[in-house]
């Protein structure tokens, strides 16, 4: 057998056991546990995360007119109106970002709960500089979802220059 081919099938072994060990420590340290009080479908440590990534993600659209947890809110909606095997995914996308080793092999950071936010800012340049297909996925996901539920809110839309409709009451 050649070496090349011998190393390769190692590290495809080396790596469907890593990750199968990070899949299985999420259920073991509680990833799948019950929603936050008060949400749906959001757990504490996801809520965590979000909260971390608004101001990172949203950088200076977000004027805080509109509140973290409305906007977390908002995404909460957004997530529980997609279909079982795509919220499955999504909840396996939360369990890599909040797990504390694929979390720092992903992002480099450290508990979202406790993350200051130049801390946050660089685990998400660390997650966008795209060290695997995987973390470029979760870095637009992420992007997606914060950026639709910011500019689905009509408090929002004189940030980036759009005249509501007359019949539309805008704060101001």
């Known amino acids: 057998m050649d070496i090349r081919r011998r190393h390769f099938i ?9 990750w199968g060990l990070v899949a299985t ?11 936050a009080p008060g949400w749906r479908w959001l757990r504490p440590q996801d809520i965590a ?39 499955a ?7 890599l970002m909040t797990l504390a080793p694929s979390r720092w092999l992903l992002s480099r950071a450290s508990d979202w709960a406790t993350i200051s ?22 870095a637009g996901l992420f992007t997606q979802v914060l950026s639709m539920a910011w500019f689905k809110r009509p408090e929002s839309w004189l940030s980036i220059g759009y005249e509501p409709p007359q019949h539309i009451a805008t704060p101001v």
């Open 117 to 138: 936010q130049p801390e946050a800012r660089k685990a998400w340049q660390f997650l966008l500089s795209g060290r695997s297909d995987t973390s470029l996925a979760i």
């Open 89 to 95: 995914q999504i909840r396996k996308v939360f369990d």
């Open 10 to 18: 190692k590290l495809g072994l080396g790596a469907t056991l890593g």
């Open 25 to 35: 420590g999420g259920l073991l340290t509680g990833c799948s546990s019950a929603p």
């Open 49 to 87: 995360l979000l909260s971390a990534l608004i101001p990172v993600v949203l950088l200076d659209n977000w004027t805080h007119q509109i509140s973290e947890q409305d906007l977390i809110r908002d995404v909460e909606s957004f997530f529980l109106t997609t279909s079982d095997p795509g919220l």
